[in-house]
């Protein structure tokens, strides 16, 4: 693991061990408490936090960048809970109609509300990363050409659709959103050493910058800003290398992408699109380091 991972494997080891559970967990001995506030986290399996087990399963974790972010923000306010309504594998269609996780209210859109309409004014802030799912039935292609034509009818549905997604949300809290830039899981292709798989690594990174763009636009209309965790994984940095026992002098977009994320690993574990604890702790400190700028 080079210098800079292992910076933050201690600072994450450092806020882990300074709350091994949630922020609902930590409040919970403060349950009748008018002083409570909440942190609700919103999207995908990432806002939810899941990892691999043993057999490469994907399995919810309390060691996600909800769970993170929650422990840091309880050091300065101690009744601070945290609601996670993350659904692994939702789209945001999904979110709107429902389908993948069971809600209370039908959906997550629909529970994320109800719970806001109730809470709104005890909400410190509320974070969302959902899109990236959208993308997975043109992504499975191989063909750049079939990528794009697929790209170019789903992209901008995924936008429209979180355009209501936020107009909802925002109706119901005037207060802190906070939406995501995602990493790019194909730039581990780069490791394959093909010409090929290299160029579809590259055109992966392109992609993400340009889809994190149009994400970025819809959160920033409301209001939202935007915890830039494609910057933080240092996705498009194909300039800078890095020596590693197990893969070689690879670009350090690539090596910071298998330091934060499963995605490198070796099955049965991997390979797995996920952060693992250290990434979790890198998204987390992305979102707090873009909240303490909201001011």
């Known amino acids: 693991m080079h210098r800079v991972a292992l910076t933050l494997a201690v600072a994450t080891a450092v806020i882990t061990a300074g709350g091994a559970g949630s922020g609902a967990a930590l409040a919970s001995s403060h349950p009748a408490i008018n002083n409570t506030t909440y942190y609700l986290s919103l999207g995908d399996s990432l806002a939810q936090g899941v990892q691999p087990n043993s057999q490469g399963v994907s399995v919810e974790t309390n060691q996600g960048y909800a769970n993170q972010l929650s422990t840091s923000l309880h050091q300065t306010n101690p009744y601070l809970r945290l609601v996670k309504l993350g659904c692994p594998g939702e789209t945001t269609a999904t979110m709107i109609s429902g389908g993948i996780c069971s809600y209370a209210q039908g959906s997550q859109l629909a529970q994320a509300v109800a719970f ?95 889809f994190n763009k149009d994400l970025g636009s819809v959160y920033r209309k409301f209001g939202a800003p935007v915890a830039d965790v494609y910057a933080a994984f240092r996705t498009g940095d194909f300039t800078d290398t890095v020596t590693t026992p197990e893969f070689g002098t690879i670009p350090l977009n690539v090596d910071l992408l298998c330091s934060y994320t499963w995605e490198c690993a070796a099955p049965p574990v991997g390979p797995n699109e996920h952060a693992n604890v250290l990434g979790y702790g890198v998204i987390a400190k992305t979102f707090l380091n873009t909240y303490i700028k909201t001011g």
Request: charged content about 15%; some cysteine.
């Open 116 to 210: 806001l309409n109730k809470h709104a004014s005890q909400t410190q802030l509320v974070t969302i990363d959902i899109g990236a799912n959208d993308l997975n039935p043109c992504v499975a292609f191989t063909n750049p050409a079939k990528i794009i034509k697929c790209l170019d009818k789903v992209i901008p549905q995924t936008v429209t659709n979180l355009g209501q997604i936020m107009t909802e949300l925002r109706a119901a809290d005037p207060g802190t959103i906070i939406g995501m830039a995602y990493y790019v899981p194909e730039l581990a292709g780069w490791l394959k050493g093909t010409k090929a798989a290299q160029n579809l690594a590259e055109a992966s990174v392109a992609l993400g910058q340009a």
